[in-house]
């Protein structure tokens, strides 16, 4: 799948910040796959977060958008 243009609750423009994210989080990840499972006593400040606060996605359901996009282009 392709990111949305634009996010389905509130209609903001987020494609056009996508590949920057991903960017963002390759290099600020490398290849490690460090999971965090929240346990909801306390919101961590992690590479996701510090990315999308600068990139200025601040409604939640934007951020959802980014967060559980499954890029597929590579495997087709």
Partial sequence: ?????R???CNNVIADKWNKYK????????????????DGSQIPQT???TI????????PCCRKQFLTHVDLMDKI
Wanted: charged letters at 25%; glycine letters at 6%; proline letters at 6%.
């Fill in 1 to 5: 799948m392709i990111i949305p243009i």
């Fill in 7 to 9: 996010c389905f609750s």
């Fill in 23 to 38: 960017q963002q989080v390759k290099k600020i990840r490398g290849s490690s796959e460090e999971r965090f499972y929240m």
């Fill in 47 to 49: 590479p996701e977060l």
């Fill in 52 to 59: 999308m606060n600068s990139l200025g996605l601040k409604r």
